[in-house]
Every structure is written in C-alpha cells, then in structure tokens.
C-alpha cells in the first residue's frame, strides 16, 4: 500500500446520548415516544384504528409500558392486504423512500421512509457499525444487495454517517468483489454471512488467502447465522465478525447491532425500538427476558410507517445489555416460525444443522437440506460438501459422524449426502437452504 503523505487523522467517534442512558431514563423515553406512537398510528391509519376499536383499546389505555401487552399484533398479513401504500401514516409526497421485501410467496410488503425516517435509520446503521468496531475513515466494502431490499441503501448510508469511505459493491459478481478487496483495500465489510463465505471460498479457488487482505471487520446479518459460522469465518479470514440485525417492516438493518468487545449477540436499539417475546405457542402470552419465543417490535419514532406490535417470526429470547447496559441484547435467531422444518413431528431449523455439522472435521459450511415424501413419510437429506483438505472416505465417515450427531442432538433420522467441494449452489445474499421436494 502506498503511505499517505499526512499520517491518518483520529477522527471523533462520539457515542449517542441514548447509548449511554441509564435504564430507567431509557424507559422514560420508551413511554413518552410510546404513548405518542400508538395515539399518532390510531389518529392516521384507518386499520390501527379499526383494529383498536374492535379489540376496545384506545392509545391513553397506556398508562405504562406493561400495558402495550393489550394491544392488537400488526402482521405481515396487514401489510399484504392494504398493499402497496395503505398503511403508510402519511400523504406520499413526504414519503422520502420507497423499500419492499423480497416476498418469496404472495406480494411484497412495501415499507416507507419520511426524511427524518432515513436519518434515524442512518443513525442507528451507524451506531451498529461503530459498536461493531467499524472507524470513521475506514474504507468499508458494501456488498449487501441494492434497491428495493434495505440492506444495501441501509448499510450504505449508516456507514457514510459513521465518516467512512463507502465501496458500493451490492450483492453478486464475485470475481468483482474480490478484485476490488484486492484493489481498494477496505478495512471492514457488510455481507450476508454465507456470501462472505462464498467470496473468501472464491478467494482460496483462486489461490488467494481470505487472510492476507486488508479486512479486519465484518458485519453480518440479514440471515440466521452460528457461533460455528462466526468462528468458521474469522479464521478463515482473519477478521472480527459481528452480527447486525433488523427486518424491513420495522426499518432495515441496524434495528440492533453487536459489539465487537463483547461479541454476544446484537443490542436493540431500544431509544427507537421496544421489543417483546412471545410464547411460540400461545401468543397471548408476553414472556419475560431471557425466555426462548417470538420477537415483536414497537417502533417509537417511525413517521411514515410505524408498525405497533409487528410479529417478526423470528425466535430468539432478550438478554440483558452489557457493551450497552441499557440496551437488551438479543439471542441469536435460531430460525423463523416459517422456516422450521417439521419432520415426523420433531422441529428442525437449518442454524442447528450448521452448528452441528461445523463441529465435524472433514465437513465445510456449504449445505443444503432436501425434504421429500418418497413412502408417504417425509424424509430429509442433508447434502453436504466436503472439505478440500479432507478425501472422499474421510468425507463419508464424517457424513456418518454427521447423521449421529443429528439423531442425538435434535432427534431426527435423515440422510447424509456427503458431496464433492465446490458442487452445491453459493449465496450472493440471503442463502436458501431449504429445498421443499414434497408436492414436486
Ligand atoms: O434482511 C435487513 C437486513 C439487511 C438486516 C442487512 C441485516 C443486514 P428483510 O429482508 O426484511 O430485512 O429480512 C428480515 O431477515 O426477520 C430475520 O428473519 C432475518 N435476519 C435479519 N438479520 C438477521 C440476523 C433484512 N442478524 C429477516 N440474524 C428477519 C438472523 C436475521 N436473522
């Protein structure tokens, strides 16, 4: 690398006031923008208020953050049925952007941002970068994808606020990717964990060493990901690899981030949002911290879409803060309700197959699971790459440690399809596991 004639410049790196509250303060804050969040969607969106009416609450109900409990849930479902902009709380034109989800079945949900919306979220992309270690004037490397999903805009503009140098690379072209790793040298990178994973594969293809870059800190999220898979990539890489956590329908990345000190699981950013766990089988019921359920967000400060009670289908539990003491942690997400493999009655979600199957010598990271129905039972098989540096009857006897490990952790029989390197599909973004062959 060539020096620069002027030796780098610190520059401030200030936390926010609110990362700094105390618990009590924060939860001042939660009600008064609570309070103001649940009356502001009532008085602007005919279906909170429809919905609040029938249920027989109304916003001054809440009295103290416990009575949000008495509140309706907001769906994904509502989001579909007032498509595209009927639940958008104000007139288009102080819509200041536009995002949808991909929407793999039925319509995309389609989600807005005022400009005070797109400058929070910048703010809160920005604090997540920093915890995770990310410096003003580093050069960081964006390859979340670009356009209607929020994590490439979202990333992108959290880490220009932060002060850094964006490289806006978007998701795919890996060969691409790497030239410019290579090239411009950036010091952090934004990625989906099984696309880092493809490109520091990519990388060793081409007779590269993921560690020999300029890399020093990842941000990954956007998918379920393991310990094992953080592990797998900071060796593999030489790098730090913190989590970054959100979901379109409450903002975008940057909804929680995770320090990179600590490195045990994101903290919400709960100045703008309140979190909620729920009984994954009775949803009537709010669990308290540290209890397994479904997480469910308040956003207190969104303008154009504030979403009350939005069930994410994600399940994890709520920690206490620690890097951010006032800011609950969240667990890692084990799986979405509607990814859970159910099979001959026993739950399965494809993170506990990587945690598994990252723990045997001989295994790579790079799986899939097919579910097919060949005797009226359904089965599962496991189809799994080798590693390069492990034969094909190693390979097979790790496939057998495999299939044992999975009987005895999670109780399920299935079939171990161990496969030469290099031979299943790579993510560019947000990796399909699953491949559901019943009904073909
Ligand atoms: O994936 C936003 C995002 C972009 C987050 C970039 C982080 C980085 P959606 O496309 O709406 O938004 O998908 C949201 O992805 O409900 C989770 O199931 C999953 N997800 C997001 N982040 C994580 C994570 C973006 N860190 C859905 N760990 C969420 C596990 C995650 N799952």
């Known amino acids: 690398m060539t020096e620069t004639l002027a030796p780098r410049i610190e520059l401030p790196n200030p936390l926010d006031p609110e990362e700094t509250m105390s618990r009590d303060e924060l939860e001042a804050l939660q009600l008064a923008r609570l309070q103001h969040v649940v009356a502001y969607a009532y008085d602007r969106v005919p279906l909170y208020r429809e919905k609040y009416d029938a249920a027989g609450v109304h916003p001054t109900d809440l009295k103290e953050l416990a009575d949000l409990a008495g509140f309706p849930f907001t769906e994904k479902e509502d989001l579909r049925k007032t498509y595209p902009f009927g639940m958008f709380a104000v007139p288009q034109h102080e819509v200041s952007r536009i995002h949808a989800s991909s929407g793999t079945t039925g319509r995309p949900t389609v989600v807005g941002y005022t400009r005070q919306d797109l400058d929070d979220w910048a703010k809160l992309v920005a604090r997540s970068l920093r915890i995770s270690g ?15 999903f ?30 410019m790793i290579l090239d411009f040298e950036p010091d952090a990178i934004l990625a989906t964990p099984t696309y880092l994973l493809t490109i520091a594969d990519a990388m060793q293809r081409q007779g590269i060493d993921p560690r020999s870059t300029s890399l020093k800190v990842a941000v990954l999220g956007a998918e379920p990901w393991t310990e094992e898979m953080r592990h797998e990539l900071e060796e593999m890489m030489g790098i730090d690899a913190c989590d970054i956590y959100g979901l379109s329908e409450v903002m975008g990345p940057g909804v929680a981030g995770e320090s990179n000190e600590t490195k045990d699981g994101s903290h919400i950013w709960e100045d703008h949002f309140r979190p909620e766990i729920l009984d994954a089988f009775d949803s009537t019921k709010v669990l308290g911290d540290g209890e397994h359920g479904e997480l469910v967000f308040t956003s207190l400060t969104k303008q154009a879409l504030p979403v009350i009670r939005y069930r994410t289908h994600d399940l994890t539990r709520l920690l206490p803060g620690t890097a951010r003491p006032a800011h609950r942690r969240m667990g890692r997400i084990t799986g979405r309700s509607d990814d859970m493999i159910i099979l001959r009655g026993v739950n399965l979600f494809p993170s506990q197959i990587e945690e598994i199957a990252l723990k045997v010598p001989g295994l790579s990271p790079h799986f899939q699971l097919e579910i097919t129905r060949p005797n009226r039972m359904d089965e599962l098989a496991v189809k799994i790459e080798r590693r390069e540096d492990c034969d094909t009857e190693r390979g097979l006897a790790a496939g057998t440690e495999l299939q044992k490990a999975i009987k005895i952790n999670i109780g399920s029989s299935c079939r171990i399809d161990v496969v030469e390197p290099g031979t299943l599909a790579r993510s560019s973004g947000k990796l399909r596991r699953i491949y559901d062959l019943r009904n073909k």
């Open 134 to 148: 990310v410096k003003p004037g580093w050069k960081v490397h964006n390859a979340y994808g670009y356009g209607l």
């Open 150 to 179: 929020t994590g490439g805009l979202g990333a992108h503009a959290g880490a220009e606020r932060l002060g850094a140098t964006v490289i806006p690379l978007s998701g795919g072209q890996t060969e691409k990717q790497i030239q």
